[in-house]
């Protein structure tokens, strides 16, 4: 398997423009989390989705960030308008708690995307 | 808030001694997972330990739990420089059986 998939690694825009950040999870996994890394505020958890359907979304942090899973293989992360304070990497993580042989929620992470806002 | 905080927050050793990290947390867990972070990677799986274990190996990786205590620690034996990272814990929440809060993590650095 691949493991968990991200585009683009790295994005540069400027203040105002809209960023889609994208995710293939791991084939048969059905969790599916977006987290953002800063220095400041380290590792937090925006979204989680299982079986495609959000789950909890108490960690995304203004209206302008929205995240979709229309299947099972595929993920987005919207930021509408952007700020340079959005500025982080984002990642995103598969579990297969639930499914069959998965019998923990150990967290396969992609290599991230690092977004830059000007 | 935050489920685990590790300790300390930044360690430097030399290549060889053996490395230790903490962990606490605040609520009750079902199971305790470490990952490590190189630099401009993602997070990778180490090891998890279960609420009813009390230590763990693999390989040069040692992990206890102390529930009473609401800690757990990670010793890496004989260090290399490729064990320079950041190490973070995970512990799942009380509420729901997938989600895991991560700690803000120990930067270890293995000087050659």
């Known amino acids: 398997d691949a493991g968990v998939i991200q585009s683009p690694r790295h994005e540069v825009t400027e203040m105002g423009q809209e960023v889609t950040l994208r995710c293939k999870p791991i084939?048969?996994?059905?969790?599916l989390f977006w987290y953002r890394q800063t220095m400041m505020r380290g590792l937090e958890l925006l979204i989680y989705?299982?079986?495609?359907?959000?789950?909890?979304d108490s960690g995304m942090p203004e209206d302008r960030f929205s995240a979709k899973m229309p299947n099972a293989s595929f993920s987005t992360l919207k930021i509408q308008p952007s700020e340079p304070r959005d500025s982080a990497v984002y990642f995103c993580?598969?579990?297969?708690?639930?499914?069959?042989?998965?019998?923990?929620?150990?967290?396969?992470f992609g290599p991230g995307t690092r977004l830059t806002v000007l | 808030s935050q489920q685990g905080e590790e300790d300390p927050q930044a360690l430097s050793i030399q290549e060889g001694e053996n490395a230790t990290m903490n962990c606490s947390y605040k609520?009750?867990?079902?199971?305790l997972q470490w990952y490590r972070q190189n630099s401009g990677r993602g997070l990778v799986h180490l090891i998890l330990?279960?609420?009813?274990?009390r230590e763990k190996h693999s390989g040069r990786l040692r992990v206890t739990l102390d529930t009473s205590k609401k800690s757990s620690s990670l010793l890496i034996t004989a260090s290399r420089a490729a064990d320079t990272a950041s190490y973070f814990c995970?512990?799942?929440?009380?509420?729901?059986?997938?989600?895991?809060?991560f700690g803000p993590g120990t930067s270890l650095s293995v000087i050659p």
């Open positions: 993580a598969s579990s297969c708690l639930g499914q069959i042989n998965c019998s923990y929620n150990e967290q396969f």
């Open positions: 084939s048969g996994h059905n969790s």
């Open positions: 989705f299982n079986n495609n359907v959000p789950i909890d």
């Open positions: 609520t009750s867990i079902n199971n």
């Open positions: 330990i279960r609420s009813n274990e």
């Open positions: 995970a512990t799942d929440s009380p509420y729901t059986y997938d989600k895991v809060i």
